[in-house]
């Protein structure tokens, strides 16, 4: 007697053809329909599904819900405010001369410091809205490798990895609907086509979506540490910021497989192969003011 997942196997197996087909049409309709970029840095091509436009006023949106939640109080404290800015200003300046310079001139910058000693944690929204959290001071312990969290922060941003995050998400979930729709017109049970949708869901999940993020996380790695030599601070603190970062962790970190992000160790092995481009830049700059961060209160 077959098992349900033998009944399964066999009934996807049988039409193989005609799902492959219909999902090549969906995913190059969708392609063909909407817009695509190329990364000047790394040549890698990219979905966009999303306009520009509308990810700055999303970003602009998030950004002001940060500000009002009552939780989140601005720093007042001129030792915690004026690092970050000096940082920050240095490392947009150095976007301003990069390869995403014309959407950096465009992006309406602004800095806001997060007083929450336990948060570790930066980011930087699509139109140009930074904030820092007081709680990744230890972490980054002086200006540069501020700047190494900063320049990857500004690089998510100016790379529209968000606005392909978003892409990546409607076509998956487009083609999940076009194979449901193809199950069930081949006369699938209705049993049968939950559990191969069930399957091939985990499958766009862990084959599709979370490999492209780790990709946005390298990216901005790569990037960012160009950047902040450009701003004239020396790349090889990011080592030291990840070598700190997985201290801090303990070695608790989940597999790099099923995670959006890269493990320490391969981000650091990445960083260390990255000096051989970063460091002339570097070396070709004014270095810049590198004191340390104050210690949290």
Known sequence: METRNNMVTK??????????????????????TTGCQTNPYTGRWQLMMVPMSQEVQMGAQAYSQVKSDPKMKPSTDPREIEPVKRVAARVIEAAKRSKYSEMANQFEWEVTVIKDDKTMNAFALPGGKIAV??????????????????????????????????????????????????????????????????????????????????????????????????????PRESIRLWTRMGELSGGKESSEFMSTHPSHETRIQQLEEWMAEAMPIYQSKPPAPNGELPPLR
């Open 11 to 32: 009934r996807v197996s049988m039409m193989p053809t005609n799902i492959l087909w219909l999902v090549c049409g969906v995913v190059a309709m969708m392609v063909t």
């Open 133 to 234: 959290y007081t709680g990744i001071f230890p972490v980054a312990k002086t200006e540069a490798g501020l700047a190494a969290v900063m320049g990857h922060e500004v690089v998510h941003a100016l790379a529209r990895h968000g606005g392909e995050r978003m892409s990546q998400n409607t076509l998956a979930q487009t083609t999940l609907q076009a194979i449901g729709i193809a199950l069930g017109v081949s006369g699938a049970n209705p049993v049968l086509s939950q559990a191969g949708m069930a399957a091939l869901g985990v499958g766009a999940q862990v084959g599709v979506l979370l490999p492209f993020s780790r990709k946005h996380e390298s990216e901005a790695d790569y990037v960012g540490v160009l950047l902040a030599a450009e701003a004239g601070y020396d």
